[in-house]
């Protein structure tokens, strides 16, 4: 991308040297740097910007509403107001909650402070140091002449005019951003942030703040240690910018008048802590909702029970945690008993203390918690900052450390109560380029936050922490060619051991052995003793001395992951050649359980797993004859939906299915009642009678299947089994693209299986019954190499039948392709430098001439809207990016509207008819009246705004507390439904809505 549009000035962009000049006793500095700058945006038009730039970023950065979070920070904020130059712009103070320590001004005097740098400060004065800075910004107004910049070089703009002038000159921006370089000065950033720190030092002063704070916030975020450089570091480049920023701070300071000083008055201390305090440990700020015409709310009943991945018995077999996408439930073993649920959408596993009183957890935003198992409340809350971000960490399990390979290649250790880095490993493991790239493309790929290419394991006690190499840590990664996805995987060939004692913070030094040991799966046996498995010979596997490596015991043993119990002389396998887990007897040497899911944990004979009707049961093995024996039950409280895969609307709005990964079900909306619970299937059609069509994927070994429920007619079964890999289930329609490619590739992995076969009949058995091809990096590209795509044939079906509908044949490029059940049509979309697309507009004269005007630019796209029900092309449009300055995430069409969900957070209306763009808004999740020109898109967490699709203004709003999960208008356009991620369903009549 040639340019980023500024939609924020950052408190920690790196800034030139700041120079204080002569003032009047506590005077405001003056403004110099801006001092002659074309600003096309009067006070009252910069607002409107702000607003139209707040409706952009708010979804992304999930503004907190919630009245005492950001009464405090306006407080501040105002204090300081007070010492600014007069101005005609009204300030707006937000807190959001994303995991990085930053506050940042957009135009119109919106500042944003986010929750982490609130756990980040130390007191008011610091707080007040930040919003003194962002104020700077915002009173010299710095976003808006940078926005006059882009505007007047980019789209030729002199003028602008009312809000939906700006808001339209701001979209033709975002569309055109890549088309012209605009060339920015290299001090031009660093001015802006020198004059923001001029300004804000004397505000914060003048308002009775120290403004040493500022400074002392700033060593800590950058590290400086004090360290502020001088001539000769300056000379030879080695000052780091940010000590000279340091430096130049210092030096502003100290050039105040004392008048300022001498007025410090401003409180700071226990009212500071205890609102710190709240949003730190708040883990759920609830919204208000504001509703109307509303005809029905009900919540589904029974909920969607989330599926439970992980469990762990605490070290005194007391308690249980029981952890799901949404949250983590603690029960007690004796009673078997449900005590208290922790509500997180972020949580890695969460873990015990060595002595079982407090629960541990972290966030892949690096939020640690600790809550207190006799309290049932939070007694830490801290937000890690780490400069860098994090590839893969892990959390102690008393709460106290955390570990962190960075993006810098170093693996760091912090103390989690100061944020101090107490040992860091500069170059830790450096991967090649290819690697990087495998890991960024897998996580691209994959619902995962963090790659998981080392071994990281604290001993049971919590003192020691190691490191050892991946070794079969594969690196999995997905690839469609020809319309079939193909699974890839390669080992990391890392080499990186490290082991420290934490409560002696020392490195500790590893023999060759134990090494040589953890450069596979491994895991604590005790205290003082490893379980590896050797590699190269499964058979030399065994336990080892730590931190010696000498051999204590030598036994066959592999997988990809262990794990011990707090008690029991056994090991839990994942996976195993049959199951997800396997346990696995130390003496006996001989597995002696396993289970259907990877959720189990156990504490000597006793062991916890999820029933396949979404039911805790805690368990008792018998050792004579090996069989567990159930001997308590319990279900779980409510959670939100942690992540839909499928879901489907019967026409008339009176039945709801949907499923997450491994559970779905079918509800009664006209009572909320549950009436199918299935395992997980992942397509779903409700036909008009109230059948249920739904698309089971291969499970153990159950091939893939077509179901059909009638809960009306009392009516389930299997339809029969879906050969067809590559089939998609979109609603009514099964969808398959096959070209000449996927013959070849098909091919090429017959033989490749046949020789493999041939050379180890053993090894490749349960390969056969894998629903993806496997083969590693070499196989593939072997497999791969000298094939590309070519002529497809896009086939579709009746899911109800399973008869031809249509088929289309693609003589050169198979498009991207996306169904709409709710509206019954098709999407295709080929860039417009493709060859198919090419051919396309030389027969259609309408796209000939269009093309002239808009020229065929990369990153341009041709689409063609299709009736779903026979292929009948309703309408063709050129779709132009400002060569890819947007690109299409989702697509769908209803009546002559194409609506599109871009790249910026936009969703863009088209008529297809007149083959032009109508309107754009801010947001993600769309829905459009089939009947009427209104469209509902959810602009920020919550929040469902009505708009008018002939002018493009906002009619109305909609407030949930729970985010929207999906929302759909009835076929007759008289009814609006949302279902929000509590599992709370809405049914809104669109009459009672203010449509003009």
Partial sequence: MKNKIPFFMTLFLLIVPIAVSAQTPCAPPEIVFNKTAANLFDATQEMYLGEIVAETIEKEYRVIDDAEAASYVRAVGEKIVKHLPPTDIKFRFSVVDVPTVNAFTIAGGRI?????LIAFVHSEDELAGILGHELGHAIVRHAAIDMSKLFREVLGVEKVGDRQDIFEKYNQLIDRQNTKRVKIDRNHEGDQQLEADRIGLFAMTAAGYDPRAFTTAWERLTETKGKTGGFFSDLFGSTR??????????????????????KKTAATGESFEKWQSYMVTTSNFRRAEKIKALIAKKSLNPYLRGDVKYFQFSPDGAYIIAQDASGINVLR???????????????????????????????????????????????????????????????????????????????????????ERIFTKEKAYVPSYYEAYLWSFDLSQSDEQEVNVFQMHYSPDGRYFLMGGGGRSYNVSYRQIGGIWYMRTSNALVNAFIGYDLTSKTEIKLGDDLKKAISAPFTFYSNEKVIAENETDPEKSGIYDFPSGARVEKFYLKGNSYARPFQGDYLFVRPTTT??????????????????????????????????????ELLRLDRSTLKMNEIGELTLPKNNFGGVRTLALAPNLDWLALSEEMRGAAWDLKTGEMKVYSRGFRGSFIDADGSIYADFPYFE???????????????????????????????????????????????????????????????????KEKPEVEVDTTTSFQILSGLSTEDGTLQVEDVRTKKPLWSREFPNEVPRYQFDPADETAVLYWKVTSKAARETIKNDAVLRERQKTLGEKEGDYLVEVLDANNGNVRGRLLIETGEGSFSIKRAFATGDW????????????YSISK????????????????????????????????????TGRKTDELQFSSAVAYA??????????????????YLFNVDGLALK
């Fill in 701 to 767: 070994k159950e091939p893939r299947f077509l179901a059909l429920f009638n809960p009306t007619k009392d009516v389930a079964g299997s339809l029969g089994s879906i050969e067809k890999k590559n089939v998609r289930q979109y609603g009514p329609y099964f969808v398959q693209i096959r070209t000449r490619l996927d013959e070849q590739i098909e091919k090429r992995l017959q033989a490749q299986r046949e020789k493999d076969e041939k050379d180890d009949k053993e090894k490749n058995k349960d390969d």
């Fill in 915 to 950: 083959g032009e763009i109508r309107q754009r808004f801010f947001g993600g999740n769309a829905a459009v009246c089939p009947t009427r020109p209104v469209a509902a898109v959810e602009n920020s967490e919550g929040q469902l705004s009505v708009y008018d699709l002939e």
């Fill in 968 to 985: 759909v208008f009835g076929r007759d356009g008289k009814k609006l439904f949302v279902l929000t991620a509590d599992q709370t369903y």
């Fill in 898 to 909: 194409l609506t599109i969900i871009d790249s910026e957070n936009r969703v863009l209306v």
């Fill in 112 to 116: 944003y402070v986010t929750r982490k």
């Fill in 579 to 616: 199951n997800p887990v396997g346990v696995y007897d130390l003496k006996a040497k001989k597995f002696i359980a396993a289970n259907k899911t990877a959720a189990l944990d156990g504490y000597g004979d006793y062991f916890v797993s999820e029933g396949k009707d979404g039911i805790v």
């Fill in 333 to 419: 073993r004796e009673p078997f008993e449900f005590v208290f649920r922790i509500e997180t959408t972020d949580a890695k596993p969460a873990s015990f203390s060595p002595d079982s009183k407090y629960i541990s957890f972290s966030t892949y935003g690096l939020r640690v918690e600790k809550w207190s198992l006799e309290t049932k409340k939070p007694v830490m809350a801290r937000e890690v900052y780490v400069r860098g971000d994090c590839w893969q960490s892990l959390l102690s399990p008393d709460g106290k450390f955390l570990v962190c390979y960075t993006g810098r290649w170093s693996l760091d250790i912090f103390d989690v109560e100061t944020n």
């Fill in 241 to 262: 910018p940010e000590e000279k920023r340091l430096r130049e701070m210092l030096k502003a300071i100290s050039t105040l008048p004392a008048e300022c000083l001498d």
